[in-house]
């Protein structure tokens, strides 16, 4: 049976990736228009931006859970919280974009760690379900928060950027620059991320508290402010997202609601791998973008988790996760 | 055990009846005991005699209920396991505890985590690949990927790399071939010897920890039944009826069974 899911999945994969390549070919074959393939290119260009906003939001949730094996259903909020306060910053104390947007990214990862060290740490040891219902709670909290707040609001709000009404043309298909900004900004925060874990010394230790907290310890890392910072990376993370998607979508009080497409991006991935994130997110995206462009109205909603679901039959442990294997 | 100073001139470590519960258990029963600078000192005990505790105790990652530890004349009891690593001790956990998805490079440099003098540092990692050529070979795999004796090799190599003046070593031996033993044991020698790292080595492998310790102690149930020389340790009867497997003779070792099932 499990061979059988196996091949299965080859083929999907093989399927997928054939039917993401044949419209290209099939138009140089001639077999499809000129305009059909335009019209294709483009769906994936801006299922791709949105999916970098998905794969964002399920990369700050993976490097939690990594860490701190907490599931944090606020990440949606943080993301919110993140696009309102660069709204603030940009919009309300008319602060020039990079500054403001700065600014944002900055009090939002002080917003994470805040909670980090006042929600969720007095919790940690009790049971996972308490800690689910801490982050679920904090999350309401927020939006609540946020809808009084003076300036937020319930009402809608945009944040101008320097990209907006302006368009990128790479030959006949025409992409806006906030969709082109988007997965730019996406490509160079995950190399900046590479980078970070893996050559300094703050992000190596984020990675060993990961991997093994006791051996941290006897290191001399300080596990818990690691943590906390951990959750401040994310936070930021997070608003960077809620930037990005503030010009394509907007800025309100119920967008961390975008969390229902971040899961199944890191469930889709492998939950706990930071690549299958930023994969799960991008496969979403673009899948997304094609049915609601391809098939009738209502698939693009479910879109989600149908891939989800039919990657999960065949391959329970996400695209890029490994089934757990116990050490010797 | 006298309590003059005299007798404790040169002791890097002391524990006064240091008592260490696991909530309402009492793992650690009033355990006192001397380190002397520049030795190698073990602590013997079957599983579950409490040895774990006892370095978990010292090294800050458990705080004893009752007693002192004293490391170089200070109080370290109850510290930060972090302060405790700054002032000096190092700790190679049981079970190695590498950081699997990482490269025994970056093990290596997350043992130097507290220090700031990346000159020293550099020296200290060539001083680690000088005594596990293993290591250097492997640098750039996940330890993850590591055999149990290199991963025991890589835990201690990131042990050294905080430069501590004390050592602590949880059963080095465990999981592992007597040959494999054999090559740790012969480095923990040289590291003693060579870098006059003193010490403190935890063991169920009674035969070999006193065979390159100076001095032992004998642990059962949370308490020091016995201590001395390693050579006279090696030489009690008792010792190797109970923990070197040396079965006595005859009657008489039979009818000192029946009496001293335990010791005290
Ligand atoms: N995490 C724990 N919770 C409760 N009891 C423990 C725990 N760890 C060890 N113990 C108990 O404490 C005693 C000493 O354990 P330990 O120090 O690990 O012994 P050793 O290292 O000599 O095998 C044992 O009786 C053990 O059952
Ligand atoms: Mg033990």
């Known amino acids: 049976m499990e061979r059988v899911f196996a091949a299965l999945w080859r083929l999907l994969v093989a399927a997928a990736l054939l039917g993401f390549v044949a419209p290209p070919v099939l138009a140089a074959l001639g077999l499809v228009s000129g305009a059909d393939l335009v019209n294709y290119l483009q769906q994936v260009v801006s299922g791709a931006a949105l999916g970098c906003v998905y794969a964002l939001v399920a990369l700050g949730i993976v490097l939690i859970y990594k860490a701190t094996e907490t599931i944090n259903f606020a990440q949606g909020e943080l993301m919110m919280l993140g696009a309102f306060l660069c709204f603030t910053f940009v919009a309300i104390l008319g602060l020039p974009f990079w500054a403001g947007a700065l600014l944002g990214i900055g009090a939002c990862a002080v917003l994470g760690m805040a909670t980090d060290r006042i929600v969720v740490r007095p919790v940690v040891g009790q049971p996972a379900f308490a800690i689910v219902m801490v982050t679920l709670g904090f999350g309401f909290v927020a939006r609540s928060l946020a809808s009084v707040i003076p300036g937020w609001g319930t009402d809608t709000h945009t944040i101008v950027t320097p990209f907006a009404n302006q368009i990128v043309a790479l030959g006949p298909v025409v992409i806006s620059q906030d969709h082109a900004a988007i997965i730019v900004a996406t490509a160079l925060l995950c190399g900046l991320l590479y980078l970070f874990f893996t050559h300094t010394k703050l992000g190596l230790a984020m990675q060993a508290a990961s991997q093994n907290q006791l051996a941290a310890y006897y290191m001399g890392i300080p596990v818990k402010t690691v943590f906390t910072m951990i959750w401040g990376v994310s936070a930021g993370v997070a608003a960077i997202a809620g930037l990005m998607l503030a010009p394509i979508a907007f800025v309100h009080t119920q967008m961390g609601m975008i969390i229902f497409k971040a899961f199944p991006a890191a469930v889709l991935g492998g939950f706990g791998s930071i690549p299958g994130a930023i994969v799960g997110g991008l496969v979403i995206g673009i899948v997304e973008a094609l049915a609601g462009f391809y098939l009738p109205e209502g698939f693009k909603d479910v879109a989600a988790y149908v891939v989800l679901l039919v990657v999960l039959l065949l391959k329970p442990e996400g695209i890029f996760g490994h089934v757990r294997k116990k050490k010797v | ?264």
Do not use: C
Request: aromatic content about 6%.
């Open chain 2, 1 to 264: 055990m006298t309590d003059t100073p005299e007798a404790h001139a040169g002791a890097i470590l002391r524990l006064r009846n240091v008592e260490t519960y696991y909530g309402p258990i009492r793992a650690v029963r009033g355990v006192s005991l001397d380190v002397r600078t520049g030795t190698i000192v073990t602590v013997l005990g079957a599983n579950g005699a409490g040895k774990t505790t006892i370095l978990k105790t010292i090294s800050g990652i458990m705080d004893p209920q009752k007693g002192a530890v004293h490391f170089r004349e200070r109080p370290i009891q109850g510290l930060d396991p972090a302060l405790i690593v700054k002032l000096g001790v190092s700790h190679v956990p049981e079970g190695r505890q590498v950081f699997p998805l990482l490269s025994v490079a970056d093990n290596l440099k997350l043992g130097a985590y507290l220090r700031s003098d990346a000159v020293h540092v550099a020296k200290d990692l060539a001083l680690v690949y000088d005594y596990f050529p293993r290591l250097q070979d492997r640098a750039g795999q996940l330890a993850g990927q590591l055999s149990g004796g290199e991963q025991q090799m890589l835990a201690l190599g990131r042990a050294l790399m905080a430069r501590p003046a004390l050592l602590l070593l949880d059963e080095p031996s465990l999981g592992l071939s007597p040959l494999l033993v054999k090559e740790i044991f012969a480095i923990i020698r040289r590291i003693n010897a060579e870098q006059g790292t003193t010490i403190l080595l935890v063991e169920q492998n009674a035969n070999m920890a006193l065979k390159v310790a100076h001095y032992g102690y004998v642990l059962e149930v949370g308490r020091i039944v016995f201590e001395g020389p390693s050579e006279e340790l090696l030489a009690n009867d008792d010792i190797r009826e109970f923990y070197l497997g040396q079965k006595q003779q005859g009657a008489r070792g039979r009818r000192r069974w029946k009496k001293r099932k335990v010791w005290r």
